[in-house]
């Protein structure tokens, strides 16, 4: 059974960090391209950044909004893939999400209609 599991969210200030975790159990994480979304109250679901399947090569991929703030990485050892969010602002406040996806293209990709595994969410709250 494929499980991912988030942890990590939290209330923080403007300015602060917060590192989310994805463990991932129940499938080759070395075939799987990892992605984080993230939905805002009244909002539609927003792909923040992915990790390419390290079959393919590995690679990263973030939308301009989080560049230079956010880094996703792994560490195939523990099937676990992070978000390191540095300098949050209060329009990072939402319900973050990691997926899976069987993933041997050269780069990922951030629609959500291509992951189909998904973990229950995690909260990060940025205060102003």
């Known amino acids: 059974e494929v499980q991912l599991v988030e942890s990590g969210g939290g209330l923080v200030q403007a300015g602060g960090s917060l590192r989310l975790s994805c463990a991932a159990s129940g499938f080759t994480f070395d075939d799987y391209a990892m992605g984080w979304f993230r939905q805002a109250p009244g909002k539609e679901r927003e792909g923040v950044s992915c990790?390419?399947?390290?079959?393919?090569?590995?690679?990263?991929y973030y939308i301009d909004s989080v560049k230079g703030r956010f880094t996703i990485s792994s560490d195939n050892a523990k099937n676990t893939v992070y978000l390191q969010m540095n300098s949050l602002k209060p329009e990072d406040t939402a319900v973050y999400y990691c997926?899976?996806?069987?993933?041997?293209?050269?780069?990922?990709?951030?629609?959500?209609?291509?992951?189909?595994?998904w973990g229950q969410g995690t909260q990060v709250t940025v205060s102003s």
């Open positions: 990790f390419n399947s390290r079959r393919s090569g590995g690679g990263t």
């Open positions: 997926a899976a996806e069987l993933w041997y293209k050269s780069t990922c990709h951030l629609s959500h209609d291509l992951y189909t595994y």
